[in-house]
């Protein structure tokens, strides 16, 4: 099994080769064999080193099942609900640890096996999530593998050779083993625009001065309607939003792209928190600017809320304990994240015995967990259309990314904002292509480029699209199956779709056809995202301040779909501060708003053809569609809803 992520052309290796490192022979001791995360790599281009020095330190995440899900499903249902007695009564981590964590006695026993061989337990609050740690000795030992160490494309790395195995009275309650192979391949859902067009762009911006042609906070605010508001006194004082990222933060960063704004911000708003030991040191490399883009776009849009930053390495138990310590810190009202992994590539290694079946259920513990607990949680749903595992397996089937399609976060799609409007103009400045070419807001989907071949300098039609592979993460899910509130809502499960696209039977490569008829097809049952969307096109996108970048800290022509969960996370700190309180798991309730006449929310659904994420469009006439869900939201009116739901007004 393997880790949070593998790069593409690893996964694609190893779909293509069907390669795998000769099992270990494991100990008669060994009772069950375990779910864990990133086991025997899938590939011959992987080198192995020799045995991890038996002294070497490492970090290991067991996760636990929940106690009684079908109860904690339907409460959660039941405090999104204004007619149930429950609604709004959240718990605290300590109630939810007692309704539905493993009993004391049960971790008690596993805690107990490890510190037998030496190893420290931390258990969380939430008693869902022990970490552990020790030497890769003391590991081998408990867990009857032998790690070794990897090394693929200048990363150094240890996994393990053999599946690992622990007594059937310690195993019965483990969901997951993360962290065994701490290899580090995640990416960011952060888009920028292709490097021709950033050579002909002057960046601007000095140490002071943010550059001209994006988006500003201020323009982003007005534009949904976010500014009334501010006018309001509502700045989301009193309020605590958190960001999950795997890449650490320059501190000096966000404050100087607020001032570089104008937006009063008390330099002591932002808290760094380090889970398993923190993601190492800021840099390019690791992601930092992804980080650096998450708080200062969060807290533009809330600039009276504190933020927590959990940084975290970049492992699958990284990853998850970040989220998992999050919700059981319980200090923030809102969460965001803006990291992903395609379905395909989970399905694919979960297939080969190289990932936990498991795996994707302890993000959706965690997620679940929070929405009992009252946290918003906004995930960023993808930047390459339809095709998310284009991004990290290389392939060419439609797929969705995770944790997005986890049926307890509000995932968040994009949209091209009006060239003529507000919108940073790079392709009518650099690329000549007229503001006519987007005339109102729709789907981020860049087959509205395609027929420029020639202002791209490219051979022909089809080579540019194949390059410009970037749109509105969406689509259904094949691992979690349609929620409740997504039950009656109209353009579920029937949609629209613009096949320029045809896979290979392969799914290696596709055909492309730039003049597609529409089809309708029915989805398979699965959970739809994207929830909501906000602009995400780099060509209207934004900039970024972060030291990673060099010296000019100022960088335009950034987008993708990570820009929208960190402003959702910044919208919900205004919410919240609306409501007097936590509003909680938002889907339920905008769901319910969607369907009113006076619905909060703008729908792409009345231009198919030209409103696409590269493959599924609006239906006329439906309230959500698999390129940008619900819409676009009126913040006023979306807060108004809130608060009414809650009694406010």
């Known amino acids: 099994m393997r880790g949070l992520k593998i790069s593409g052309k690893l996964a694609l290796m190893a779909v293509m080769m069907g390669a795998v490192l000769p099992a270990l022979a ?6 069950t064999t375990l779910n864990q995360g990133m086991g025997p790599v899938g590939t011959q281009n992987v080198a192995v080193f020799g045995n991890t020095p038996v002294d070497t330190a490492v970090t290991v995440s067991i996760i636990l099942k929940i106690r009684n899900q079908n109860q904690l499903e339907q409460y959660i249902r039941d405090t999104t609900t204004p007619a149930s007695a429950q609604f709004h009564n959240f718990l605290s981590t300590s109630q939810f640890a007692q309704n539905y964590g493993p009993p004391d006695g049960t971790i008690e026993a596993i805690v107990q096996y490890f510190q037998g061989y030496g190893i420290t337990a931390q258990v969380d609050s939430n008693h869902l999530d ?5 030497t890769a000795g003391q ?7 032998q790690l070794l160490n990897m090394g693929y494309k200048g990363k150094q790395f240890h996994a393990p050779k053999g599946t690992p195995q622990v007594p059937d009275s310690v195993a019965g309650n483990i969901l997951a083993v993360l962290g065994l192979n701490n290899y580090s391949p995640f990416a960011s859902d952060a888009q ?26 201020q323009q982003f605010a007005a534009h949904y309607q976010i500014s009334p508001l501010y006018q309001q006194g509502d700045l989301g004082q009193g309020q605590t939003l958190g960001i999950v990222t795997l890449a650490s933060l320059v501190p000096t960063d966000p404050v100087a792209f607020w001032h570089g704004y104008g937006i009063p911000a008390s330099p002591n708003r932002v808290s760094l928190i380090n889970v398993d030991g923190g993601a190492g040191a800021p840099s390019a490399a690791t992601g930092s600017s992804e980080t650096a883009l998450d708080v200062e776009q969060s807290g533009a849009v809330a600039p009276g809320a504190k933020i927590v930053v959990y940084q975290a390495p970049n492992t699958d138990y990284g990853f998850v304990d970040a989220f998992f310590q999050a919700v059981s810190d319980n200090q923030v009202g809102s969460l965001s994240a803006s990291w992903g992994e395609s379905e395909s590539a989970i399905d694919y290694f979960v297939a080969n015995g190289e990932e936990s079946p498991g795996y994707a259920q302890a993000f959706n513990e965690a997620f679940m967990e929070a929405a009992a607990q009252g946290i918003s949680t906004f995930v960023s749903s993808g930047d390459t259309g339809a095709y998310a595992a284009f991004a990290d397996m290389g392939t060419t089937n439609l797929s969705v990314l995770n944790p997005a399609d986890s049926p307890y976060v509000t995932a968040v799609g994009g949209t091209t904002l009006p060239w003529s409007d507000v919108a940073g103009n790079f392709g009518n400045t650099i690329l000549g292509i007229p503001n006519t070419v987007v005339t109102k807001e729709r789907a981020w989907g860049w087959d509205y480029l395609w027929p420029y071949t020639q202002n791209f300098g490219a051979p022909n039609e089809t080579s540019l699209a194949e390059s410009l592979i970037g749109g509105s993460g969406g689509g259904y899910s094949t691992l979690f199956s349609q929620p409740f509130y997504q039950n009656g809502i109209s353009g579920i499960p029937r949609f629209n779709a613009v096949p320029y696209f045809t896979p290979t039977q392969d799914n290696t490569a596709w055909n492309f056809n730039p003049t597609p008829q529409g089809v309708s097809g029915t989805s398979n049952g699965g959970r739809g995202l994207p929830d909501l969307s906000l602009n995400a096109d780099p060509f209207t996108g934004y900039d970024i301040y972060s030291q990673v970048f060099g010296s000019t800290p100022w960088s335009a022509g950034w987008g993708g779909t990570s820009f929208g969960a960190p402003q959702f996370n910044g919208i919900a700190a205004l919410v919240n501060q609306q409501a007097g309180g936590r509003v909680g798991f938002w889907n ?48 006023v009116m979306l807060a108004q809803d809130f608060q009414h739901e809650h009694g406010v007004i």
């Open 588 to 635: 339920p309730q905008i769901y319910h708003f969607a369907q009113q006449d006076n619905s909060p929310f703008t729908s792409m659904n009345t231009d198919g053809i030209s409103n696409d994420n590269l493959y599924y469009t609006g239906t006329p006439g439906a309230i959500w569609n698999p390129a940008t869900g619900l819409g676009y939201p009126d913040g």
């Open 139 to 145: 590991f081998n030992q408990a867990f009857r593998v």
């Open 130 to 134: 022990i970490t552990l740690n020790g």
């Open 26 to 31: 494991t100990s008669a001791q060994a009772d």
């Open 192 to 217: 920028r625009l292709p490097q021709f067009v950033l050579n002909k762009l002057q960046n601007g911006g000095n140490s002071n001065t943010p550059p001209g042609g994006v988006v500003t906070p």
